[in-house]
Nanobody, 115 residues
Framework: QVQLVESGGGLVQAGGSLRLACAAS????????MGWYRQAPGKQREAVAD???????TYGDSVKGRFTISRDNAKNTVYLQMNSLKPEDTAVYYC?????????WGQGTQVTVSS
């Protein structure tokens, strides 16, 4: 079993920054991809960013240039630095990891950006 604990959400004004963190624990021997998804009210969950062990990253088009994903493999923790936040970034942000052959999800953390 794998447990994911997220932190760092909150309320911020447009143009501000937040940093999310997600610590993974449990059976992590084959942990490879760590990432973030988000879901706004009335919308489908969308991929925000992910990072593979060793460094390659991918970003959703709407966050490129504003968000940065990173990970600390020693701590099994993934981070999401969010800058230049916009009201449309408001959503519940979920940490997710993929360990063959299953994807695990965190409980979600609310990010609210006021205009």
């Amino acid at each position: 079993q794998v447990q994911l604990v997220e932190s760092g959400g909150g309320l911020v004004q447009a143009g501000g920054s937040l940093r999310l963190a997600c610590a993974a624990s449990g059976s992590l021997d084959s942990l490879n991809t760590m990432g973030w998804y988000r879901q706004a009210p009335g919308k489908q969950r969308e991929a925000v960013a992910d990072i593979i062990r060793g460094g390659p990253t991918t970003y959703g088009d709407s966050v490129k240039g504003r968000f940065t994903i990173s990970r600390d493999n020693a701590k099994n923790t993934v981070y999401l630095q969010m800058n230049s936040l916009k009201p449309e970034d408001t959503a519940v942000y979920y940490c997710s990891v993929y360990i063959p052959y299953r994807r695990y999800w965190g409980q979600g953390t609310q990010v609210t950006v006021s205009s």
